[in-house]
């Protein structure tokens, strides 16, 4: 584990002062996801925090038989059950392994303990809520303003490259049409203009 690799990019989301990265770096355990591996079911409690460092996990959920795809988490994103964590109750979604994944896992418990005397590390949690809650939003209203092509386009820049990773019926579940609807799309979007 390259933790000063990790540290340069997490201090990109807010700076954490060495004192508290070394005591934060404490709390790691390295952890790993073969494809198709559940992080969290339906149902499980979290008290882990993830980071992501190798790997696709995506995150849905099941009605009558039928999955939908909500996100994907790839390296230097948190695939974390979120609202289980932070109300510990359980999980409303399952976050599953889509290849070989490889991930950083913390307590929560023991990461807010460290709150009080790193200041540091509650203002990075926030930016990771703040940032999550946006890109929620944000997500929830393009799928219902804009076309499937447009949300495909704007898929293939949110996530470069995973399209050639994931079996596509994925990525047409994520963005609510057919895997025929899909194939559509990507022939057009492939033809010459």
Known sequence: M???KIQVSLNQIHPITDEA???FVQLFELYSL?????LVRVGDRTHYCYLLT???VRVFHSKEGNEYNKTFFIPGMFPTALTSLLSESPSQLSFQALTSCQLIRFSYKKFRSLFDEHRCLETFMLRILEREWIKKEKHDIQMVTNDATTNYRIFRETYPGLENQIPQYHIASYL???PIQLSRIRAQLAKPS
Not at 34 to 38: F, G, I, L, Q, R
Request: proline fraction near 6%; avoid cysteine; charged fraction near 20%.
């Open 34 to 38: 073969n494809p198709n591996a559940y």
């Open 2 to 4: 390259d933790t000063q």
């Open 21 to 23: 990265w070394n005591e």
């Open 176 to 178: 609510g049409i057919t």
């Open 54 to 56: 190798e790997g696709v």
